[in-house]
T-cell receptor, first 112, second 114 residues
């Protein structure tokens, strides 16, 4: 059973701070990693994808991947109240059929 | 570009009744996914289609759930008979292919089984 683990939170940070969200996965064959944001009552939307070890930056968001440690994280710099949402980590193997496994998500609250 | 469409948005049924959900993916997207998201959990893949063929349905409870994608475009997901534990949001998503492409999610159908 492939597992993706996330702390359910909530993670509470003040406005302007860095929010750090973490995800571990069990399948060493995983090759594709995704972070989705899901506002309450809405559907998930993709924020970042990462496929290689290291960091990938996109605006205020940085995804970090460490395949040896089976660990992927998302950093949100200068957090805003509008970033308050549940962040879902999704992991999938390489090639063939793309069968993603989602974590349960981490709830982030950014307070003014 | 229109997004993924789903209907109905909400459905309330009694247990043992049947229900069907409809999904229209983004035009040109070959791959369609149905997910079940129970409150407080991440989405769980139920079935994945590429065009009108099933790629994976290993997590679909086949004794009560069925899905089809006729002509490789629209898809329907049916539950018959429904159980209380089927109460969830049913999300449809589509992507261009089956590689590492982005999945685009529809608004979901919220199902409550009483």
């Amino acid at each position: 059973q492939k597992e993706v683990e996330q702390n359910s939170g909530p993670l509470s940070v003040p406005e302007g701070a860095i929010a750090s969200l973490n995800c571990t996965y069990s399948d060493r064959g995983s090759q594709s990693f995704f972070w989705y944001r899901q506002y309450s009552g809405k559907s998930p939307e993709l924020i970042m994808s990462i496929y290689s070890n290291g960091d990938k930056e996109d605006g205020r968001f940085t995804a970090q991947l460490n395949k040896a440690s089976q660990y992927v994280s998302l950093l949100i710099r200068d957090s805003q109240p509008s970033d308050s949402a549940t962040y879902l980590c999704a992991v999938s193997p390489s090639g063939g059929s793309y069968i993603p496994t989602f974590g349960r998500g981490t709830s982030l609250i950014v307070h003014p | 570009e229109a997004g993924v469409a789903q209907s109905p948005r909400y459905k309330i049924i009694e247990k043992r009744q049947s229900v069907a959900f409809w999904c229209n993916p983004i035009s040109g997207h070959a791959t369609l996914y149905w997910y079940q998201q129970i409150l407080g959990q991440g989405p769980k893949l139920l079935i994945q289609f590429q065009n009108n063929g099933v790629v994976d349905d290993s997590q679909l409870p086949k004794d009560r759930f069925s899905a089809e994608r006729l002509k490789g475009v629209d898809s329907t997901l049916k539950i018959q008979p429904a159980k209380l534990e089927d109460s969830a949001v049913y999300l449809c998503a589509s992507s261009i292919g089956t590689g590492q492409e982005t999945q685009y999610f529809g608004p979901g159908t919220r199902l409550l089984v009483l």
